[in-house]
């Protein structure tokens, strides 16, 4: 019960309500056993209720790599309506009419991007959701911070392709193009993950193992004998630094996440042994 399962989430439930399904349905409390405990289970990236699409559900050792997972670049295909605001940047917030259409050529923002979260959003506030504050009345105004916009296409009249870094808001994106909200949101890829890959019935859908899943966004290095020991055990091999993160394996599978370090050497920082 190591890997990942991609599911395409429904509009009208949580990601939460997704995690939860697969903790009952696919793991099952029959997955634990005496002195072992339950497999874990979480996901890659929050979608918002009203949101279809990808959602990648890691189980066991997979939430080791949680943070590796959410850091992969994002791709989404968004619906607009002009001439309108929201207070939460889609169709669950206070929808005003305000007949203001933003001025043709819309300007599409790429490359680096200065964005405010909004309101409505999972950032933590001083131990709390932002959209936990808001919902009871409190003013939230969340810093700006940098995101990163690799393509932004329009492909119809109030439809867009857009494909970013982690932790860009599409809702915002689309609110900073005059008078508008996102209707519909769907993300279609998280990295190599791909929302054809993915089934909307947990039960039915292939566990992508660990390794399997690794593979395809890290670079491999390969261990053998002492020095695929020393890795399970938490210390540094020696390895060319092929990447910020490195992917160390034996002929048993994946051992751990390394980081190159002076000398020659990667440090396991993330392992799958223990």
């Not at 203001?100 to 300007?107: H, M, N, Q």
């Not at 200065?114 to 506030?125: D, L, N, T």
Request: aromatic share 6%; net charge neutral.
């Amino acid at each position: 019960m190591d890997g990942l399962i991609l599911i395409d989430k429904p509009a009208g439930v949580t990601s939460h309500d997704v995690v939860a399904r697969v903790r009952r349905e696919v793991v099952g409390p029959g997955r634990s056993r005496k002195g072992v405990g339950k497999v874990r289970v979480g996901h890659s990236g929050t979608l918002d209720p009203f949101a279809t699409g990808l959602l990648v559900v890691l189980l066991g050792r997979a939430t080791r790599v949680q943070a590796h997972v959410m850091g992969l670049p994002k791709c989404y295909e968004a619906t607009a309506r002009f001439g309108f605001t929201s207070t939460t940047g889609d169709p669950d917030g206070e929808i005003v009419e305000t007949g203001r259409v933003p001025a043709e050529p819309l300007a599409l923002p790429t490359g680096t991007v200065r964005q405010r979260p909004p309101a409505f959003s999972a950032v933590h506030v001083g131990g709390k959701r932002a959209y936990d504050l808001a919902r009871a009345g409190n003013a939230v105004e969340l810093p700006e911070r940098d995101v990163l916009v690799h393509r932004f296409d329009r492909t119809g009249f109030d439809r867009f392709e857009i494909e970013c870094s982690a932790g860009t808001y599409v809702r915002t994106l689309i609110a900073d193009l005059g008078d508008a909200y996102c209707t519909a949101l769907r993300r279609t890829a998280v990295g190599p993950f791909a929302i054809a890959e993915a089934t909307a019935d947990p039960t039915a859908g292939d566990v992508i193992g660990l390794g399997d899943a690794l593979e395809r966004f890290l670079p491999v290095a390969e261990l053998a004998g002492q020095e695929a020991a020393r890795a399970a055990h938490g210390l540094a091999v020696s390895g060319q630094p092929l990447g910020p993160t490195v992917l160390l394996r034996d002929v048993h599978g994946p051992i751990a996440l390394a980081e190159p370090r002076p000398g020659g050497t990667l440090k396991p920082v993330v392992g799958f042994r223990a």
